[in-house]
C-alpha cells in the first residue's frame, strides 16, 4: 500500500486594477438613425440589433453608454464618432 503527500503551495497573485470608462453618445437633431446605426456597427463592432437599441436609447433618453473598455481602447473610437459628426464622450 503506498502513500501519496499532497503539497499545498501558497501563490501570491498580483492584481491589477484596471479602470473602466464608457463611451456617452448624445441625441442630436442632425444625424439619421440609419447613420447612427452604421456608425454604431462600423466604429464600435455593434450589432445590428446593438446598435438600433441604443440609437432608440439615445432618441428617447437623450444618451446611452454605448462601449466600455480601458481608455486607450476607447479613445480613438470616441474620436472616429465625433468625426464621423455624433456627439460623445469618455467618461
Not at 503551495?9 to 501570491?12: H, M, R
Given at each position: 500500500?503506498?502513500?501519496k503527500e499532497k503539497i499545498q503551495?501558497?501563490?501570491?497573485i498580483l492584481e491589477q486594477e484596471v479602470h473602466l470608462h464608457?463611451?456617452?453618445l448624445y441625441n442630436d437633431d442632425v444625424?439619421?438613425?440609419d447613420f447612427v446605426i452604421d456608425c454604431l456597427i462600423k466604429v464600435c463592432q455593434h450589432s445590428a440589433?446593438?446598435?438600433e437599441q441604443c440609437a432608440y436609447l439615445v432618441h428617447f433618453k437623450g444618451k446611452c453608454a454605448v462601449k466600455t473598455g480601458e481608455f486607450e481602447e476607447l479613445k480613438p473610437k470616441c474620436t472616429n464618432?465625433?468625426?464621423l459628426g455624433l456627439s460623445a464622450e469618455i467618461i
Open positions: 500500500m503506498s502513500t503551495e501558497e501563490v501570491d464608457e463611451i456617452i444625424n439619421t438613425f440589433e446593438q446598435a464618432l465625433l468625426n
